[in-house]
């Protein structure tokens, strides 16, 4: 199965700072069928950006998705207070089988 | 709305199994895969397996198979998935979530709640 590394493991930031999130497959992901998805203490996980660079329905366009290959990236513009949380990527390019990354928490500085 | 409705929490003793369910509505049940993941707690997430809803067909993650099942009752549009042989290392909150559309390869944009299930002697 594909191996997703995200770093960092925690970002310390502000609010209106910018974020860059990276997570690297250990074999590139089939026509890029990479997604991730913000998780807040206590909720399930929702889906931000498919296909390595779609945002999902109702997603700010302060979340933007990057890359190919092996390397993504996720950015998130400017932080807002509600921004702080666990970011996952998740590969289902490799089906029947999905895996995720470890997650990187975006936290307050 | 589309959403999915999942069974209130658990507590098992080890070596026994649990089933939790998970109730769709507001869309065509039959025509989304649907997907089982689970989180220990303070971890990450983890897939287990998918059931497409209109066969009944399934495949599950190579750490799970043959302990794992999924299964679905399309005349009240619900997944379950039963684990068996549980131990401690089995607590975890168990989410279902949605294909997020028609076909296979796609990624998950409705979740579940999430059931907590706790493996406690």
């Known amino acids: 199965d594909i191996v997703l590394t995200q770093s960092p493991g925690t970002l310390s930031l502000s609010p209106g700072d910018r974020a860059t999130l990276s997570c690297r497959a250990s074999?590139?992901?089939?026509?890029?069928?990479l997604a991730w998805y913000q998780q807040k203490p206590g909720q399930a996980p929702r889906l931000l950006i498919y296909?390595?660079?779609s945002r999902a329905t109702g997603i700010p366009d302060r979340f933007s998705g990057s890359g190919s290959g092996t390397d993504f990236t996720l950015t998130i513009s400017r932080l807002e207070p509600e921004d702080f949380a666990v970011y996952y990527c998740q590969q289902y390019g490799n089906s029947p089988r999905w895996t995720f990354g470890q997650g990187t928490k975006v936290e307050i500085k | 709305q589309v959403q999915l409705v999942q069974s209130g929490a658990e507590v098992k003793k080890p070596g026994a199994s649990m089933k939790v369910s998970c109730r769709a509505s507001g869309y065509t049940f039959t025509a989304y895969y649907m997907h089982w993941v689970r989180q220990a707690p303070g971890q990450g997430l983890e897939w287990m397996g998918w059931i497409n809803p209109n066969s009944g067909g399934t495949n599950y993650g190579q750490k799970f198979q043959g302990w794992v099942t999924i299964t679905r009752d399309t005349s009240i549009t619900t997944s379950y998935m039963e684990l068996t042989r549980l131990t401690s290392d089995d607590t975890a909150v168990y989410f279902c979530a949605r294909g997020a559309s028609p076909g296979l390869v796609t990624a998950f944009d409705i979740w579940g709640q999430g059931t907590m299930v706790t493996v406690s002697s």
């Open positions: 074999q590139s992901v089939n026509s890029n069928y």
């Open positions: 296909g390595a660079s």
